[in-house]
């Protein structure tokens, strides 16, 4: 009986040393499981926060309050009139004035066409200071002969263009007398014939040396 005892005791304590090591495997195993899930929360909780972070928060409008501004009429303005004195009136001076010298305007008047036909009439106008006008010079061309000019037909059957202005000739003031004629629809010039202010000279331009001859009357 002995020996079948010490037997059942051996076995007995066998079994629980067994079962002393299953249940520390399993405290154990519950442990490593609660560590797991605490770190796994730990890890979660941690990526969520760092989310958070880098969530721009977006902010909220703040309403914008809208004032009715009411329009006010401005004052009348009266004007404010400050009486002045009356201008003291200032004896006129009486200035004398010189006279001032006229002016003659020296303008080239429009050249006028001669008549076709020689006057006849004595000149009504006596020249002044022995000085005839571009008229009377005129007159006075037209007594030289067509042989004196050195051309094809008398003065009178040419066109003359002359005006008042004078040409210094010899020491003389000459009038310039061009005389043309339309030949063919043409206007052909026939000669260029100066006659001096006394009436006392008729000069014609010589091209070639570029003086003025005087021409004989007859």
């Known amino acids: 009986m002995t020996d079948n005892q010490s037997d059942f005791s051996n076995r007995g304590n066998g079994l629980d040393r067994r079962q002393k090591n299953i249940i520390m495997i399993a405290v154990l195993a519950v442990v490593v499981a609660v560590l797991i899930i605490v770190a796994i ?6 990526i969520k926060n760092r989310n958070n972070a880098n969530v721009t928060p977006v902010a909220t409008p703040t309403p ?9 009429t401005p004052p009348a303005f009266t004007p404010t009139v400050t009486p002045t004195a009356a201008p003291t ?15 003659k305007a020296t303008a080239t008047p429009t050249p006028t066409v001669a008549p076709t036909k020689a006057p006849t009439a004595t000149p009504t106008t006596a020249p002044v200071n022995n000085k005839i006008t571009a008229d009377q010079g005129y007159k006075i061309l037209c007594s030289y002969s067509k042989e004196s000019l050195s051309i094809a037909k008398n003065v009178t059957e040419y066109k003359a263009s002359y005006d008042s202005s004078t040409t210094l000739i010899n020491g003389l003031n000459c009038y310039r007398y061009n005389l043309s004629e339309t030949v063919d629809g043409k206007v052909r010039n026939r000669g260029e014939f100066y006659i001096s202010d006394d009436g006392k000279s008729c000069f014609v331009e010589d091209i070639e040396t570029g003086t003025f001859v005087p021409l004989p009357q007859g």
């Open 64 to 72: 914008v309050e809208t004032v009715k501004l009411t329009p006010t």
């Open 41 to 46: 929360f730990g890890i979660t909780k941690l």
């Open 89 to 103: 009136a200032t004896p006129a001076v009486t200035e004398k004035q010189t006279p001032t010298p006229e002016v």
